[in-house]
Protein backbone atom coordinates (compact mmCIF):
# COMPACT_ATOMS: atom_id res chain seq x y z
CA UNK A 1 0.00 0.00 0.00
CA UNK A 2 1.34 3.56 -0.59
CA UNK A 3 1.08 6.13 1.57
CA UNK A 4 1.25 9.49 0.98
CA UNK A 5 2.67 11.53 3.90
CA UNK A 6 2.49 15.63 4.25
CA UNK A 7 6.34 16.50 5.00
CA UNK A 8 7.13 17.68 8.25
CA UNK A 9 8.34 21.46 8.34
CA UNK A 10 4.81 22.00 6.35
CA UNK A 11 2.79 21.60 9.24
CA UNK A 12 2.33 21.71 12.77
CA UNK A 13 2.83 18.72 14.58
CA UNK A 14 -0.36 17.66 15.69
CA UNK A 15 -1.82 18.48 12.23
CA UNK A 16 1.05 16.06 10.67
CA UNK A 17 0.48 13.45 13.47
CA UNK A 18 -3.46 13.72 12.87
CA UNK A 19 -3.10 12.98 8.97
CA UNK A 20 -0.44 10.18 9.31
CA UNK A 21 -3.04 8.25 11.84
CA UNK A 22 -5.53 8.73 9.25
CA UNK A 23 -2.79 7.23 6.56
CA UNK A 24 -1.93 4.44 9.00
CA UNK A 25 -5.73 3.39 10.05
CA UNK A 26 -5.99 2.41 6.42
CA UNK A 27 -2.93 1.16 6.31
CA UNK A 28 -3.96 -1.76 8.89
CA UNK A 29 -6.03 -3.22 6.06
CA UNK A 30 -2.39 -4.46 4.89
CA UNK A 31 -0.26 -4.16 7.85
CA UNK A 32 3.43 -3.51 6.97
CA UNK A 33 4.41 -1.70 10.14
CA UNK A 34 7.03 -3.99 11.70
CA UNK A 35 9.83 -5.89 9.09
CA UNK A 36 7.89 -9.04 9.35
CA UNK A 37 5.68 -7.42 6.73
CA UNK A 38 2.75 -10.15 7.01
CA UNK A 39 -0.04 -8.43 5.11
CA UNK A 40 -2.81 -9.09 7.07
CA UNK A 41 -5.73 -7.29 6.88
CA UNK A 42 -6.16 -5.90 10.82
CA UNK A 43 -9.12 -3.77 10.46
CA UNK A 44 -10.66 -7.81 9.46
CA UNK A 45 -9.35 -9.25 12.83
CA UNK A 46 -6.87 -11.40 10.88
CA UNK A 47 -3.74 -11.54 12.91
CA UNK A 48 0.27 -11.70 11.92
CA UNK A 49 3.32 -12.66 14.04
CA UNK A 50 2.34 -9.45 16.46
CA UNK A 51 -1.14 -10.72 17.28
CA UNK A 52 -2.72 -7.58 17.23
CA UNK A 53 -5.48 -6.62 15.68
CA UNK A 54 -7.49 -2.87 14.69
CA UNK A 55 -8.02 -2.28 18.72
CA UNK A 56 -5.08 -0.34 20.69
CA UNK A 57 -4.39 -1.30 24.57
CA UNK A 58 -2.56 0.45 27.37
CA UNK A 59 -0.98 -1.83 30.05
CA UNK A 60 0.73 1.23 31.51
CA UNK A 61 0.11 4.85 32.27
CA UNK A 62 2.61 6.88 34.86
CA UNK A 63 5.21 9.34 35.67
CA UNK A 64 8.31 7.39 35.55
CA UNK A 65 12.29 7.84 36.64
CA UNK A 66 13.92 4.59 35.63
CA UNK A 67 15.44 5.99 32.10
CA UNK A 68 18.04 7.61 30.93
CA UNK A 69 18.64 10.68 33.21
CA UNK A 70 18.05 13.72 30.30
CA UNK A 71 14.48 11.94 29.47
CA UNK A 72 13.41 11.75 33.18
CA UNK A 73 10.57 12.22 34.26
CA UNK A 74 8.76 11.29 32.00
CA UNK A 75 5.18 10.05 31.51
CA UNK A 76 5.16 6.72 29.79
CA UNK A 77 2.61 5.62 27.71
CA UNK A 78 2.56 1.34 27.58
CA UNK A 79 1.20 -0.34 24.71
CA UNK A 80 0.63 -4.06 25.05
CA UNK A 81 1.41 -6.19 22.45
CA UNK A 82 5.13 -6.32 20.26
CA UNK A 83 6.32 -7.85 17.32
CA UNK A 84 9.14 -9.40 18.77
CA UNK A 85 9.19 -12.89 21.58
CA UNK A 86 12.26 -12.07 23.73
CA UNK A 87 12.04 -14.55 26.33
CA UNK A 88 13.38 -12.51 28.67
CA UNK A 89 11.07 -9.15 27.82
CA UNK A 90 10.22 -7.71 31.59
CA UNK A 91 7.24 -7.22 30.43
CA UNK A 92 6.75 -10.61 29.08
CA UNK A 93 2.26 -10.92 29.38
CA UNK A 94 1.58 -7.79 28.70
CA UNK A 95 4.14 -7.81 25.51
CA UNK A 96 3.12 -10.69 24.31
CA UNK A 97 -0.63 -10.26 24.64
CA UNK A 98 -1.78 -7.19 22.36
CA UNK A 99 -5.73 -7.82 24.82
CA UNK A 100 -3.60 -7.01 27.76
CA UNK A 101 -4.57 -3.65 29.76
CA UNK A 102 -7.48 -0.80 28.88
CA UNK A 103 -8.79 0.11 25.91
CA UNK A 104 -7.41 3.32 24.93
CA UNK A 105 -8.71 6.41 25.82
CA UNK A 106 -6.33 9.28 24.39
CA UNK A 107 -8.09 12.40 25.54
CA UNK A 108 -7.62 11.21 29.43
CA UNK A 109 -3.81 10.06 28.55
CA UNK A 110 -3.28 13.79 27.29
CA UNK A 111 -5.21 15.18 30.14
CA UNK A 112 -2.58 13.16 32.38
CA UNK A 113 0.39 14.10 30.21
CA UNK A 114 -0.54 17.59 30.52
CA UNK A 115 -0.97 17.65 34.39
CA UNK A 116 2.39 15.62 34.52
CA UNK A 117 4.50 18.27 31.97
CA UNK A 118 3.26 20.69 34.41
CA UNK A 119 4.23 19.28 37.15
CA UNK A 120 8.10 19.00 36.01
CA UNK A 121 7.83 16.03 33.05
CA UNK A 122 10.18 16.18 31.03
CA UNK A 123 8.97 14.51 27.87
CA UNK A 124 5.97 11.71 27.05
CA UNK A 125 7.26 8.40 26.05
CA UNK A 126 5.38 6.09 23.77
CA UNK A 127 6.76 2.65 24.35
CA UNK A 128 5.25 -0.84 24.62
CA UNK A 129 5.59 -4.32 23.82
CA UNK A 130 6.64 -1.99 20.57
CA UNK A 131 4.77 1.17 19.56
CA UNK A 132 4.99 0.42 15.65
CA UNK A 133 2.08 -2.25 15.85
CA UNK A 134 0.29 0.80 17.05
CA UNK A 135 0.79 3.37 14.69
CA UNK A 136 -2.61 4.94 13.89
CA UNK A 137 -2.93 4.93 17.93
CA UNK A 138 0.81 6.23 18.14
CA UNK A 139 0.01 9.17 16.23
CA UNK A 140 -3.00 9.92 17.30
CA UNK A 141 -1.67 10.15 20.91
CA UNK A 142 1.45 12.14 19.55
CA UNK A 143 -1.51 14.21 17.81
CA UNK A 144 -2.93 14.95 21.16
CA UNK A 145 0.08 15.83 23.38
CA UNK A 146 0.58 19.48 23.95
CA UNK A 147 2.68 20.72 21.11
CA UNK A 148 5.71 21.88 23.54
CA UNK A 149 5.81 18.52 24.55
CA UNK A 150 8.80 16.41 23.90
CA UNK A 151 7.71 13.10 23.05
CA UNK A 152 9.90 10.14 23.00
CA UNK A 153 9.79 6.73 20.60
CA UNK A 154 10.70 3.78 22.47
CA UNK A 155 11.16 1.19 20.04
CA UNK A 156 12.99 -2.08 18.84
CA UNK A 157 13.91 -0.77 15.70
CA UNK A 158 12.55 -3.84 14.21
CA UNK A 159 10.12 -1.24 12.05
CA UNK A 160 9.44 -1.18 8.09
CA UNK A 161 10.45 1.94 6.05
CA UNK A 162 6.38 2.43 5.73
CA UNK A 163 6.27 2.80 9.57
CA UNK A 164 9.48 5.00 9.83
CA UNK A 165 7.81 7.38 6.55
CA UNK A 166 5.14 7.60 9.00
CA UNK A 167 7.24 8.68 12.01
CA UNK A 168 9.14 11.20 10.30
CA UNK A 169 8.76 14.39 11.78
CA UNK A 170 6.60 13.18 15.12
CA UNK A 171 8.79 12.66 17.73
CA UNK A 172 11.70 14.06 18.84
CA UNK A 173 14.12 11.14 20.16
CA UNK A 174 14.23 8.12 19.02
CA UNK A 175 15.02 5.62 22.03
CA UNK A 176 16.33 2.26 20.26
CA UNK A 177 16.88 -1.05 21.62
CA UNK A 178 19.65 -2.62 19.92
CA UNK A 179 19.55 -5.91 21.81
CA UNK A 180 21.09 -8.29 19.95
CA UNK A 181 24.97 -8.32 18.50
CA UNK A 182 24.40 -11.15 15.93
CA UNK A 183 21.00 -12.74 14.11
CA UNK A 184 21.47 -16.53 16.02
CA UNK A 185 21.44 -14.96 19.52
CA UNK A 186 18.15 -12.89 17.83
CA UNK A 187 16.58 -15.89 16.18
CA UNK A 188 16.95 -18.38 19.78
CA UNK A 189 16.21 -15.74 22.16
CA UNK A 190 13.60 -13.53 20.37
CA UNK A 191 12.41 -15.43 17.47
CA UNK A 192 13.42 -12.44 15.03
CA UNK A 193 14.94 -13.38 11.44
CA UNK A 194 17.40 -11.27 9.76
CA UNK A 195 17.45 -9.02 13.11
CA UNK A 196 21.22 -7.55 12.29
CA UNK A 197 19.92 -5.89 8.60
CA UNK A 198 16.90 -4.63 9.76
CA UNK A 199 17.96 -2.92 13.26
CA UNK A 200 21.00 -1.03 11.76
CA UNK A 201 18.76 0.41 9.11
CA UNK A 202 16.38 1.52 11.40
CA UNK A 203 18.83 3.07 13.78
CA UNK A 204 20.96 4.57 10.89
CA UNK A 205 17.82 6.73 9.65
CA UNK A 206 16.76 7.77 13.28
CA UNK A 207 19.74 9.07 13.67
CA UNK A 208 19.36 11.40 10.87
CA UNK A 209 15.69 12.31 11.46
CA UNK A 210 15.79 12.78 14.76
CA UNK A 211 17.35 12.51 18.01
CA UNK A 212 19.03 8.97 18.76
CA UNK A 213 19.71 6.95 21.86
CA UNK A 214 21.25 3.70 21.61
CA UNK A 215 19.90 1.46 24.40
CA UNK A 216 21.41 -2.40 24.77
CA UNK A 217 20.66 -4.31 27.90
CA UNK A 218 23.36 -6.51 29.23
CA UNK A 219 22.56 -9.99 29.30
CA UNK A 220 24.52 -12.80 31.25
CA UNK A 221 26.72 -14.42 29.33
CA UNK A 222 26.34 -12.28 25.98
CA UNK A 223 28.92 -9.63 26.56
CA UNK A 224 31.30 -11.18 23.49
CA UNK A 225 28.74 -12.16 21.54
CA UNK A 226 26.23 -9.78 21.74
CA UNK A 227 27.40 -6.52 23.62
CA UNK A 228 31.07 -6.60 21.79
CA UNK A 229 29.31 -6.73 18.59
CA UNK A 230 26.82 -3.66 19.27
CA UNK A 231 29.45 -1.91 20.49
CA UNK A 232 32.08 -2.49 17.84
CA UNK A 233 29.51 -1.81 15.45
CA UNK A 234 28.26 1.54 16.81
CA UNK A 235 31.75 2.98 17.58
CA UNK A 236 32.43 2.32 13.88
CA UNK A 237 29.07 3.56 12.67
CA UNK A 238 27.53 5.67 14.65
CA UNK A 239 30.47 7.18 16.44
CA UNK A 240 28.67 10.03 17.85
CA UNK A 241 25.31 8.76 18.75
CA UNK A 242 24.18 8.40 22.67
CA UNK A 243 24.95 4.99 24.67
CA UNK A 244 22.44 3.88 27.36
CA UNK A 245 24.33 1.02 28.91
CA UNK A 246 21.58 -1.02 31.27
CA UNK A 247 23.19 -3.18 33.47
CA UNK A 248 19.89 -4.33 34.89
CA UNK A 249 19.07 -7.56 33.78
CA UNK A 250 16.83 -9.89 35.74
CA UNK A 251 15.59 -13.38 34.61
CA UNK A 252 11.75 -12.33 34.24
CA UNK A 253 9.34 -14.15 31.89
CA UNK A 254 10.44 -17.25 29.90
CA UNK A 255 14.13 -16.91 30.42
CA UNK A 256 14.70 -19.79 32.48
CA UNK A 257 14.33 -21.96 28.68
CA UNK A 258 17.90 -20.34 28.36
CA UNK A 259 20.12 -21.54 31.08
CA UNK A 260 22.16 -18.50 30.58
CA UNK A 261 19.69 -16.30 30.78
CA UNK A 262 17.98 -18.04 34.46
CA UNK A 263 20.25 -15.57 37.01
CA UNK A 264 20.99 -11.87 37.20
CA UNK A 265 23.76 -10.17 35.10
CA UNK A 266 26.84 -10.67 37.40
CA UNK A 267 29.00 -8.06 38.39
CA UNK A 268 32.31 -8.86 36.47
CA UNK A 269 30.88 -8.78 33.47
CA UNK A 270 28.94 -5.49 33.73
CA UNK A 271 32.73 -4.41 34.75
CA UNK A 272 34.07 -5.64 31.74
CA UNK A 273 31.46 -4.20 29.52
CA UNK A 274 31.92 -0.59 30.26
CA UNK A 275 35.66 -0.94 30.07
CA UNK A 276 35.04 -2.21 26.86
CA UNK A 277 32.77 1.24 25.71
CA UNK A 278 35.49 3.21 27.33
CA UNK A 279 37.96 1.85 25.22
CA UNK A 280 36.27 2.11 21.81
CA UNK A 281 34.95 5.55 22.78
CA UNK A 282 31.49 5.42 22.97
CA UNK A 283 29.46 8.30 24.00
CA UNK A 284 27.60 6.55 27.24
CA UNK A 285 24.75 8.50 28.89
CA UNK A 286 23.65 7.41 32.58
CA UNK B 1 19.49 0.00 36.39
CA UNK B 2 20.92 -1.61 39.78
CA UNK B 3 20.59 0.00 42.95
CA UNK B 4 22.01 -0.58 46.40
CA UNK B 5 19.30 -0.82 48.98
CA UNK B 6 18.77 -2.24 52.17
CA UNK B 7 14.82 -2.29 52.21
CA UNK B 8 12.20 -4.21 50.81
CA UNK B 9 10.12 -1.74 49.83
CA UNK B 10 6.23 -1.33 48.83
CA UNK B 11 3.11 -0.64 50.21
CA UNK B 12 -0.01 -3.16 50.15
CA UNK B 13 0.12 -6.20 49.75
CA UNK B 14 2.06 -8.18 46.83
CA UNK B 15 0.06 -9.74 44.33
CA UNK B 16 0.75 -13.30 43.42
CA UNK B 17 2.10 -14.56 40.27
CA UNK B 18 0.87 -17.06 37.84
CA UNK B 19 3.08 -19.84 38.05
CA UNK B 20 3.30 -19.86 34.81
CA UNK B 21 4.90 -16.58 34.23
CA UNK B 22 7.28 -17.05 37.52
CA UNK B 23 11.04 -17.95 36.87
CA UNK B 24 12.40 -20.11 39.78
CA UNK B 25 14.19 -17.40 41.43
CA UNK B 26 17.55 -15.95 42.91
CA UNK B 27 16.11 -13.21 44.62
CA UNK B 28 12.10 -11.62 45.26
CA UNK B 29 10.46 -10.20 42.91
CA UNK B 30 7.12 -8.50 44.17
CA UNK B 31 4.97 -5.93 41.93
CA UNK B 32 3.62 -3.19 44.38
CA UNK B 33 0.42 -1.73 43.31
CA UNK B 34 -2.98 -0.94 43.94
CA UNK B 35 -6.19 -2.07 42.20
CA UNK B 36 -7.91 0.67 40.08
CA UNK B 37 -7.91 1.09 36.87
CA UNK B 38 -4.51 2.97 36.25
CA UNK B 39 -5.89 5.34 33.36
CA UNK B 40 -9.43 6.64 36.49
CA UNK B 41 -8.62 10.25 36.86
CA UNK B 42 -9.93 9.94 40.05
CA UNK B 43 -7.88 7.12 41.29
CA UNK B 44 -4.32 7.57 40.40
CA UNK B 45 -2.25 4.10 40.16
CA UNK B 46 1.29 3.96 40.18
CA UNK B 47 3.56 0.31 39.45
CA UNK B 48 6.86 -0.21 40.70
CA UNK B 49 8.21 -4.10 40.17
CA UNK B 50 11.65 -4.75 42.11
CA UNK B 51 13.97 -7.67 42.00
CA UNK B 52 16.15 -7.80 45.32
CA UNK B 53 19.98 -10.03 45.23
CA UNK B 54 20.99 -11.62 47.89
CA UNK B 55 23.56 -9.46 48.23
CA UNK B 56 21.32 -6.59 48.82
CA UNK B 57 21.33 -5.23 45.24
CA UNK B 58 17.77 -4.05 44.54
CA UNK B 59 16.60 -3.93 41.04
CA UNK B 60 13.82 -1.80 39.97
CA UNK B 61 11.53 -1.96 37.17
CA UNK B 62 9.06 0.96 36.11
CA UNK B 63 10.83 3.54 39.06
CA UNK B 64 8.58 6.23 39.86
CA UNK B 65 9.66 9.48 41.14
CA UNK B 66 7.84 8.95 44.83
CA UNK B 67 9.84 5.11 45.18
CA UNK B 68 13.32 6.96 43.65
CA UNK B 69 13.00 9.12 46.75
CA UNK B 70 12.65 6.29 48.77
CA UNK B 71 15.58 4.23 47.53
CA UNK B 72 17.54 7.42 47.88
CA UNK B 73 16.43 8.10 51.27
CA UNK B 74 17.06 4.26 52.10
CA UNK B 75 20.93 4.91 50.46
CA UNK B 76 22.17 8.64 50.53
CA UNK B 77 25.18 7.58 49.38
CA UNK B 78 23.81 5.94 45.69
CA UNK B 79 24.28 9.01 43.27
CA UNK B 80 22.71 8.34 40.33
CA UNK B 81 19.42 7.35 42.23
CA UNK B 82 20.04 11.20 43.81
CA UNK B 83 19.37 12.00 40.20
CA UNK B 84 16.35 10.09 40.01
CA UNK B 85 14.51 11.55 43.11
CA UNK B 86 12.32 14.18 42.71
CA UNK B 87 13.68 16.29 45.91
CA UNK B 88 17.13 16.36 44.51
CA UNK B 89 16.50 16.84 41.12
CA UNK B 90 16.94 20.41 39.78
Redesign the interface.
Known amino acids: MNITCLAPPLVSRPALARSRAAAARNALAECRFCAHDCGVNRLASALGPCRAGPECRVFSAQLEAGDELELIPTFAIALSGCDLRCDFCITGLNSWSPRSGESLRTESLAQKAGVALDNGAKTVMLLGGEPTIHLPAALEIAAAMPVEAKLVWKTNAHGSSQARELLDGIFDVWLADYKFGNDACAERLADSHDYTRILRENLLWADTHSELIVRHLLMPGHLDCCWRHVAEWLAKELPRVKVSLRAGFWPAWHSARHSELRRPRPCGETTRAFQLAAALGLNLIP | ??RQASHQPGRGRPRPR?SS?E?????T?RRCHTSP???N?SQP???V?F?I?SDG?V???????A??DVLRALNPDDL?MS????RH?S
Request: glycine residues 0%.
Open positions: MSELVQPTASPFLPVATELLTLAHNLTPMAVHRARR
